[in-house]
Every structure is written in C-alpha cells, then in structure tokens.
C-alpha cells in the first residue's frame, strides 16, 4: 500500500521514488547535504512513508540548489531536486513558514517583479526581499559596489505584453 | 554565417552586462544575423518552479511562442534560460500538457528548437573561422559550466553532465589551453546567493582552489549565476570570464568596458592573454 504522498510526488514529478533502494548516493553526491537538516536519501524515505510535516518544516527543500547531480547520478533515477519543489510548493500552499525564510523572501520578490514589470527588476526586487525578511546590512557593500559598476539599474523596463502575464498569475 | 533568434534573458542587461555586449559583438564579427524574440519576457529564474509548477511552465512558453513567429533557432546565452526554455519545450511536446499551455496562450504554429549560444560555435564553419585567430599565450583557463546547461540531461539532452566540452573546445578553438579538473560542473550554490551566502562562499571558494591547483589563471564559464557568485563570494582575486570575452580578444574585438564591470579586476590575465 502506497502513501497517499508518495502517490502524489511519483504522480507530479514523474518518477518512482519507491525504486530507492537506501544506496544513499543522492547525500553522497549532494553539494548542500553538509548544510541540510533532512538529507535527500531520507527526504525520499520520509515521501515513502508519507511523513510529509517534517519534510514541510525542513531547512532541506529551501537549501536544495535544484543543481540535480542526485537525479543524475542516481541509478533509480530518481531526482530528490524535484522532489523538493514539489515540497516548497506544497509548503507555501499549506501556509507552512519556511524554515530558510530569506530563501522564501527572495523567490517571492522575484516572481513579483515578474507579475509588475514582465522582467525581473533588481533594484525593487531587492529591496522586497529585504523588507521581507527583514535582513537590511546583509552583503550591503556589495550591492553598493554592484551598483556603482551599473549592475543594478534604477528604472524600471515593462514588457508590451505585460498582461498576458498577469492573466497567468491571475488564474492561478 | 546563419540567422539566429537570441533570448538574451533579464540578466544580460544587468548583472551580466559584459556577457550580452561581447556575446552580441563577437556574433556581428563573425557575420551572425540575430533576431531578438520580440517583447521577450523573464524565463522565470529558479523562483517559477520554487513556487508554482504551472506558472513555470507558462511563463517560459510564453518566450517559444514569441519566437515561432521568427525563423531561426533559439540560442540562450543564459544556463538558468536555456534550463527553463527547454522544460518548456519539452512540456510542449507532449499532446496533454501542450493543450494546458495552449489553453491559457493560444495556439502554438510551431515549437522552435533551443541551444545553449555555445553550441552556436561548435558548427565547423564557426569552428574554421576562430582557428584563424589562434592567441598566443601560456595563460591556462579551467572551463567551468555549473549545472543548468547540463541537468536535468534527460530533459536538456545537451552535452555528458559529468564531463562537459563545449567550453573546453571554444577555448581551444583560439588557442586557449584548459585543465583538466573535477568541479567542471559542480553547482556553485546558484540562487542561494541571496538566501544564504554562506553556504555559495564555500561552494564557490571550492570551485576555484581546485581551478587553481589545477594549474588554471582564470575560470571561464558561460552562465551569468555562476560568474556572479564566484566572483563576488571568493576570498581571493581569480578572475572569472565568460567564454564570448574570451573570443572577443581573439578576434580583436574587446572592448575596455567588459572588464570595467567585473567584481574581480580581470586586466592583468587579459594584458597576458594578448601577449
């Protein structure tokens, strides 16, 4: 008898998680694993299981690059990088907090740049991200020096297109 | 030489500047007609499939759509792009998720097919055309190409995930000798550069000790995240170029203005490259 979970992820991420024979080389083989409070061999064993809050409350799917040398090197084929975006996106649409709150904050301000300008906006999309998570001296000298080489523009561009956008994000 | 159609991406105007302009001038000198796909939009970033599969799917297509109506290949200076474009396409060859798509953008005439912009020198008569201005000079480069141009291979069916050449060869192509080394495409930490810098200052910091123990003066890579993140989380001062930099010296078509915009002053490796 499948879980319910592992029914979903298979079904989404168009693959068999219950191939995993526990070889473990996702972890071995995972540039963040040091940093990752789950680490991929478990997060598929937890999906196996259905233990799906611990896996919503990790540090793991708001730390994974989505680099996918798992789902290269795995011999079941099985990609833990999908996985996590399966995770994060159930995360947020269960209202769960991100344990990497930064990590939210800046895909959050970035796909709202999308939604407002068609293109991504630095300079507003950063200053979003900073009021979101409330981290404003964080690598401050560095945007000061990316700014004055001309890496951040000020003004904003718009796409023409810029409603076929937003009927996107509307109907979501 | 061909006409292309080019997806420059967000950061080519931005953080990426010196990548858009020698791209596009060394593609003029070598007789390329670009297109660029008409009110292109963000391909997404890694934030569209952080956050919502569907709107990652959507938002990159809308790009192919825009660029069915012109004729030539799409080529993607951008790895992340060139990642997202492709995840696209492929949803878009098949017949139940082409009709979501098409449901919320209208028909599609066709699908046109998308390259990372290497690929556009690897063509033997690109290739016949870069051996005539070989450079003379010792400098060595580790040829660095991260992971979105690679992975997820049995989506991109691009180039072997665990041992790339593209770059390898372009640089070879003008007389640029690379190393042999191990982290030709290990992940550099990508958009965790904003979230949390610690975690891409040791990725990266990796990435180029071993670049320089591999014997390699600089690293040269092709994806505007990398470059970004390896050269503003090292502590130390390897210079870090795009590929299409590399090309313009040979063909002496460089301009002082690249190596204005890098985080790492590049201009004592450049001064060597010349001779």
Same mark, same amino acid.
């Given at each position: #008898?499948?879980? !319910?979970?592992? @029914?979903? +992820?298979?079904? *989404?991420?168009?693959? &068999? ?18 940093? #990752?409070?789950? !680490?991929?061999? @478990?997060? +598929?064993?937890? *999906?196996?299981?259905? &233990? ?121 | ?275």
């Amino acid at each position: #008898m499948q879980s !319910k979970l592992l @029914v979903e +992820v298979n079904d *989404v991420t168009e693959q &068999q998680l219950n191939l995993c024979y526990q070889c473990q080389k996702c972890t071995a083989t995972c540039p963040v694993s040091e940093f #990752m409070d789950i !680490k991929p061999d @478990v997060v +598929v064993r937890q *999906v196996i299981l259905g &233990q799906e809050e611990p896996l919503l409350k990790s540090k793991t799917i708001w730390l994974c690059t989505g680099c996918d040398t798992c789902g290269s090197r795995c011999p079941n084929l099985i990609s833990v990088g999908k996985v996590n975006e399966f995770l994060r996106e159930r995360a947020v649409k269960k209202g769960i907090k991100a344990a990497v709150p930064a990590a939210y904050a800046v895909h959050a301000a970035f796909l709202n740049s999308i939604e407002r300008f068609g293109i991504v906006h630095e300079a507003s999309m950063l200053a979003e991200m900073k009021l979101k998570s409330k981290d404003f001296f964080s690598d401050l000298a560095l945007g000061i020096k990316m700014f004055l080489k001309g890496k951040i523009p000020l003004l904003p561009h718009k796409i023409k297109g810029l409603d076929e956008i937003k009927r996107m994000f509307k109907a979501k | 030489m061909k006409k292309i159609s080019y997806y420059p991406g967000c950061t080519l105007s931005s953080t990426a500047y010196e990548y858009g302009d020698s791209a596009l001038t060394v593609l003029s000198k070598l007789g390329f007609t670009v297109e660029e796909i008409p009110d292109w939009n963000c391909c997404g970033a890694a934030s569209a499939k952080s956050l919502d599969h569907r709107l990652s799917i959507l938002i990159p297509a809308r790009n192919l759509k825009n660029a069915s109506k012109l004729e030539g290949d799409v080529y993607v200076p951008c790895a992340g792009c060139y990642n997202n474009l492709m995840k696209a396409k492929r949803a878009l060859e098949n017949t139940e998720k082409r009709k979501n798509v098409e449901a919320e953008l209208g028909a599609f005439s066709k699908v046109p097919d998308v390259y990372p912009l290497m690929n556009l020198f690897l063509d033997q008569a690109v290739r016949e055309e870069l051996s005539k201005h070989k450079l003379k000079t010792d400098i060595k480069v580790a040829a660095y190409y991260g992971c979105a141009f690679l992975r997820p291979d049995e989506i991109l069916k691009n180039e072997n995930p665990e041992l790339p050449v593209s770059i390898d060869s372009i640089m070879n192509f003008v007389g640029v000798e690379t190393v042999d080394w191990p982290l030709k495409s290990f992940c550099c930490g990508g958009d965790l550069s904003l979230a949390d810098s610690k975690v891409v200052a040791k990725l990266s910091n990796k990435i180029i000790t071993y670049a320089r123990e591999a014997g390699a003066d600089a690293i040269v890579t092709a994806c505007p995240l990398c470059q970004a993140n390896l050269e503003m989380r090292q502590s130390e001062a390897f210079p870090i170029f795009y590929f299409t930099e590399i090309l313009g010296i040979a063909l002496g078509v460089d301009k002082e203005a690249w190596w204005k915009k890098h985080l790492v002053d590049p201009k004592a490796v450049v001064k060597k490259i010349k001779g």
